[in-house]
């Protein structure tokens, strides 16, 4: 996997290697770059694209905003109808449409977007 930031390749590592525990994944790493992301279980799928600590704490707003209408105590609708809300708010693929794969200009797209669509639900 290439680093979006600078281009080198990131290294693959497990969530040992990289948090001195495991938590089952694996990791790509840009140390350069402060950029990672987790992959599918331990497998070498990655969850999304590389995100240095800014798109990191931007995902984790938009994941804020964007999860209680699917899961928790005051979900709305069910995981593959809030996919669908999200494409439809971002003008996305199914494909393109997961937190994981969004900069942060989508992010802030994303989380201004479900304030106004969740005061309408």
Same mark, same amino acid.
């Given at each position: 996997m290439i680093c979006g930031y600078c281009g080198n390749e990131a290294e693959f590592m497990s969530s040992k290697e990289f948090y001195g525990q495991d938590y089952g994944v694996n990791m790509y790493v840009c140390r350069p770059c402060d950029a990672y992301v987790g992959t599918h279980g331990k497998g070498k799928t990655p969850l999304g694209t590389l995100a240095n600590k800014r798109l990191r704490s931007m995902r984790k707003t938009a994941h804020s905003m964007f999860d209680p209408l699917w899961k928790g105590k005051y979900r709305k609708m069910g995981r593959?109808?809030?996919? =669908?809300? %999200? =494409?439809?708010? %971002?003008n996305l693929p199914p494909e393109k449409a997961h937190i994981g794969m969004m900069d942060e200009e989508q992010c802030y797209e994303l989380i201004q977007k479900l304030k106004v669509y969740r005061g309408l639900i």
């Open positions: 593959g109808k809030a996919y =669908q809300v %999200m =494409q439809e708010l %971002m």
